[in-house]
């Protein structure tokens, strides 16, 4: 299945080189069969905007709904496609993400490449799934929330497991 999505504006070259790493990497959506294509024309139609927003900003759009406070959220009935990430939790990780000591990456790329795939995923048509404990979690589970031993390990890769299935 082809996906196209745009990186918008305002995010910068650094962070938009960062989401491509992240959304192409062999551990991503492509291992599971998405073909994921960024479109860089403005004029061309795309499946997916990624946008990165601040807390303001965020509060002003999805603030009515207070159990998305501090989130990052996809909505699925635009179109296309809208996925904002907050920017808060992209530069700083949510205290409740705990690093996962056995992953390659330090704490903010694990966070980062979990928040834009787990965006993606929904993106894609998956729903949020449940923890299970003793490995690592699913990357459609609400990880910001929190992770650990005790909960699952911190995984960014749909790959290792999308959705506990």
Same mark, same amino acid.
């Not at 996962?100 to 694990?110: I, K, S, T, V």
């Given at each position: ?26 551990? =991503? ?17 795309? &499946?997916?905007?990624?946008? +990165? ?6 509060? /002003?759009?999805? =603030? ?11 909505? /699925? =009935? ?5 996925? &904002? +990430?907050? $920017?808060? @939790? ?13 992953? !390659?990456?330090?704490?903010? $790329?694990?966070?980062? !490449? ?18 299970? $404990?003793? =490995? ?8 910001? /929330? ?7 390990? $911190? @995984?960014?890769?749909?790959?290792? @497991?999308?959705?506990?299935?």
């Amino acid at each position: 299945m082809r996906f196209r999505y745009r990186l918008a504006r305002e995010i910068t070259e650094d962070q938009k080189k960062r989401m491509r790493l992240y959304l192409h990497d062999t551990r =991503g959506w492509g291992a599971l069969g998405y073909e994921l294509r960024e479109v860089t024309d403005n004029r061309r139609r795309c &499946d997916v905007s990624v946008h +990165l927003l601040e807390a303001t900003e965020m509060d /002003r759009k999805y =603030g009515q709904f207070g159990h998305l406070k501090g989130m990052s959220i996809t909505d /699925r =009935g635009a179109k296309p496609i809208r996925i &904002d +990430l907050h $920017a808060t @939790n992209w530069f700083v990780p949510p205290a409740a993400f705990a690093e996962n000591p056995d992953a !390659a990456e330090d704490r903010l $790329a694990q966070y980062q !490449a979990y928040v834009i795939n787990h965006e993606m995923g929904h993106a894609l048509g998956y729903d949020h799934s449940k923890a299970v $404990a003793g =490995g690592p979690c699913a990357v459609m589970y609400q990880q910001t /929330r929190g992770t650990g031993l005790a909960v699952c390990e $911190a @995984n960014a890769w749909p790959s290792i @497991n999308a959705d506990n299935s």
